[in-house]
């Protein structure tokens, strides 16, 4: 069965800095591959899709890269609204598709 | 603008039922899946089952194959999903989602507000 490993878990970041979040499956997923993002109380909210592909609405300063088994969210320059806890999930060959464990940006 | 209103929260005791509405607005029912996603507290999202509106098939998590099932019905726009011999584990925020794309699957644009179940004796 699939693995989703996302990492680091935690990370603490200052606004204005850049931030670098990582997600590995154990097999691979082409582009099949999605970031969301959730804050608490909240749903989550997709951000991006196909890997790369930025969701409407979602502000420039949010990224993706990768393909295979190795993917990277990375956001530009934090603003407030961006503290969260952000989960990769795949939607490669279901059922199931699975969701990561989730990194938590925290404010440093 | 797209909606998802889910039903309200529940209390359940284990070995129970619950299901679980969706009305859905603002866009055409029948050619969007809906999947259901759970998530227990301070846990990652845990994706649960498929249907697709237009052909009534679905798909189901395997460690769930034979509690829950999902439905839509397309006179009223709403989805359904019902599990059974309800746990403790079981207790958790369940969401109904529609997909990005017309007759794609797997990526989940629009979000209900979510359902919150409590398995408790």
């Known amino acids: 069965e699939m693995v989703m490993t996302q990492s680091p878990a935690t990370l603490s970041v200052s606004p204005g800095e850049g931030a670098t979040l990582s997600c590995r499956t154990s097999?691979?997923?082409?582009?099949?591959l999605a970031w969301y993002q959730q804050k608490p109380g909240q749903a989550p909210r997709l951000l991006i899709y196909?890997?790369?592909s930025r969701a409407t609405g979602t502000p420039a300063r949010f990224s993706g890269s990768g393909s295979g088994t190795e993917f990277t969210l990375t956001i530009s320059s934090l603003q407030s609204e961006d503290f969260a806890v952000y989960y990769c999930?795949?939607?490669?060959?279901?059922?199931?598709?699975?969701f990561g464990q989730g990194t938590k940006v925290e404010m440093k | 603008q797209v909606q998802l209103v889910q039903s309200g929260n529940e209390v359940k005791k284990p070995g129970a039922s619950v299901k679980v509405s969706c009305k859905t607005s603002?866009?055409?029912?029948?050619?969007?899946?809906i999947d259901w996603v759970r998530q227990a507290p301070g846990q990652g999202p845990e994706w649960m089952g498929w249907?697709?509106?237009?052909?009534?098939?679905?798909k189901y998590a395997q460690k769930l194959q034979g509690r829950v099932t999902v439905t839509a019905d397309t006179s009223t726009n709403t989805a359904y999903m019902e599990l059974r011999s309800l746990t403790s584990d079981d207790t958790a925020m369940y969401y109904c989602?529609?997909?990005?794309?017309?007759?794609?699957?797997?990526?989940?644009?629009?979000w209900g507000q979510g359902t919150l179940i409590t398995v408790s004796s």
């Open positions: 999930q795949h939607y490669n060959n279901w059922p199931p598709w699975m």
């Open positions: 097999q691979s997923v082409g582009t099949n």
């Open positions: 196909s890997a790369s």
């Open positions: 603002g866009y055409t029912f029948y050619d969007y899946g």
């Open positions: 249907i697709g509106p237009y052909n009534g098939n679905t």
């Open positions: 989602v529609r997909e990005r794309r017309a007759y794609g699957a797997g990526v989940f644009s629009y």
